[in-house]
């Protein structure tokens, strides 16, 4: 089951998408938008990560790769306790 979202996604994109056009400060943008300067950083950079800009930072794939591969090892570590 997906975790609640606080801020919906078209708002999400919104707000990345004026950060990255408008030039104006994420702050005044997060103001603006009834948004946690904080979590519009966030986005700004997991966007960044997601397009290649930021190498240094996991994509979204690569981290729900990760997670996938972390509950399959979960499972196959109950199997082999069940052997």
Sequence with gaps: MAAHRKYPDELRER????????GRPIAQIARDLGVHREALRGW???????????P?????????????????NAELR???DIL
């Design 15 to 22: 707000a990345v998408w004026l950060v990255r056009e408008s």
């Design 44 to 54: 700004v950079r997991q966007a960044e990560a997601d397009d290649g800009s930021r």
């Design 56 to 72: 240094e930072q996991l994509s979204t794939a690569e981290r729900e790769e990760i997670k996938a591969l972390r509950r399959e």
């Design 78 to 80: 109950r199997a082999n």
